[in-house]
């Protein structure tokens, strides 16, 4: 519990829960996803209040997110709100900063949100660090596709090969999250439509899964989620919705920034019907830089200064050492690059290049040092299909 100018952070009481997701639902002006704060439970929320009386709360879920083929530890924050008489009086402010200090206290090194607002989270240290896009594609638009492979509906019982091939896909990537259960139960399904489970297979074991529901009121395939390892898998998933064209019409889902699916298609038919950025905040510097995986064949240093406004153990110099896909972090060095926190986020995540931040105007460094970071943190475009 933290107090300041009659403002008071920390767990939200059991008499408190009803009525803050009630704050919640006015002050985000949406209709929730019924029973999603439940869902994540009133132990992961933290409220202030002023006075004593609630002012606004937020969630705290404890993931990992793959970053260089390593899963870091993130504190992802859902479900933001304060109450319109308590806006412009600090509640918003002193709500975050007193997570990111709780987040640093449980050992995170990053924190990640989708904002509703980018330009205050931003002043929390966020940045955007990369996408999530939604695809739409007509099942009369596919014009390519194979059976080479199996595909077989598959129930609970195979839960642990889907979980396997998801993680096998995150891990090549970057910005997937490392999924708790409470990400999976929603896209399993608990109630409602029925959802179907499909696993691609070919000779050495899955090469991809879907997970998704027909529309109830048109005819229209919601994939719900969708991970693919080789093209081939992408081809035999185009030719499983095409045989649906005589009931369905078009389908729709989460891909990635380079989505297999799009890219095996022989014209530019499928159409990006939404495209969102998440931010993340790194919490504390040197745990976040040894946490995260690089280059497996790339061998040298960086001699970094960074600049933080709000978190000051991350203020100083560092100095990155990267041997065999690890990296270990010790203070001191020339400070050769020069960023802020923010500008560190979009590098480490690989939404942003490190000579388009110096563009930007988000990062400082000669010539030299800009291209050995870009070969250091060199990764695919940093992507998720979740939201939280």
């Given at each position: 519990m933290t107090s300041t100018g009659?403002?008071?952070?920390?767990?939200?009481?059991?008499?408190?829960?009803?009525?803050?997701?009630?704050?919640?639902?006015?002050?985000?002006?949406?209709?929730?996803?019924?029973?999603?704060?439940?869902?994540?439970?009133?132990?992961?929320?933290?409220?202030?209040?002023?006075?004593?009386?609630?002012?606004?709360?937020?969630?705290?879920?404890?993931?990992?997110?793959?970053?260089?083929?390593?899963?870091?530890?993130?504190?992802?924050?859902?479900?933001?709100?304060?109450?319109?008489?308590?806006?412009?009086?600090?509640?918003?402010?002193?709500?975050?900063k007193s997570a990111l200090d709780e987040i640093h206290e449980e050992g995170w090194p990053l924190s990640t949100?989708?904002?509703?607002?980018?330009?205050?989270?931003?002043?929390?240290?966020?940045?955007?660090?990369?996408?999530?896009?939604?695809?739409?594609?007509?099942?009369?638009?596919?014009?390519?596709?194979?059976?080479?492979?199996?595909?077989?509906?598959?129930?609970?019982?195979?839960?642990e090969e889907i979980y396997a091939t998801y993680n096998a896909r995150a891990k090549s990537t970057s910005g997937n999250l490392d999924r708790p259960a409470m990400l999976w139960e929603p896209i399993m399904g608990f109630g409602g439509r029925k959802v179907f489970s499909y696993l691609i297979t070919g000779p050495s074991g899955a090469e991809g899964y879907v997970i998704f529901q027909q529309a109830r009121s048109a005819a229209h395939i919601r994939v719900r989620d969708v991970a693919l390892l080789t093209q081939n898998a992408a081809l035999r998933l185009l030719r499983f919705f095409a045989d649906h064209r005589s009931t369905i019409d078009s389908l729709s889902w989460n891909g990635a920034p380079n989505d297999l699916m799009v890219h095996a298609l022989g014209e530019q038919d499928a159409k990006l019907t939404s495209s969102r950025d998440w931010v993340i905040r790194i919490i504390d510097v040197e745990s976040a830089l040894t946490a995260r995986g690089y280059p497996a064949t790339y061998q040298g240093e960086l001699h970094l200064r960074v600049e933080d406004n709000l978190l000051s153990w991350n203020n100083g110099d560092y100095v990155l050492e990267v041997a065999s896909g690890r990296g270990t972090v010790r203070r001191g060095g020339r400070g050769d690059l020069r960023t802020g926190i923010r500008g560190l986020a979009a590098m480490y995540a690989g939404h942003v290049a490190p000579v388009e931040l110096r563009?930007?105007?988000?990062?400082?460094?000669?010539?030299?040092?800009?291209?050995?970071?870009?070969?250091?943190?060199?990764?695919?475009?940093?992507?998720?299909?979740?939201?939280?």
């Open positions: 009659g403002l008071e952070y920390g767990p939200v009481q059991p008499e408190e829960v009803q009525p803050l997701w009630a704050l919640l639902d006015q002050a985000l002006h949406i209709s929730m996803v019924p029973g999603w704060n439940d869902h994540v439970g009133p132990d992961k929320f933290r409220a202030v209040r002023r006075n004593g009386k609630l002012a606004g709360g937020m969630g705290i879920v404890p993931m990992g997110q793959w970053f260089g083929g390593a899963s870091v530890p993130t504190g992802a924050v859902t479900s933001v709100g304060i109450a319109p008489e308590f806006r412009g009086a600090g509640a918003a402010s002193m709500l975050m949100l989708f904002p509703s607002t980018l330009n205050f989270y931003r002043h929390a240290g966020y940045e955007r660090a990369g996408v999530k896009v939604v695809y739409e594609l007509s099942t009369n638009a596919i014009d390519v596709g194979s059976r080479d492979l199996g595909i077989v509906e598959v129930d609970d019982s195979s839960r563009a930007m105007g988000a990062m400082d460094a000669d010539d030299a040092t800009i291209a050995n970071v870009s070969l250091m943190f060199a990764s695919p475009r940093s992507w998720m299909s979740d939201q939280f």
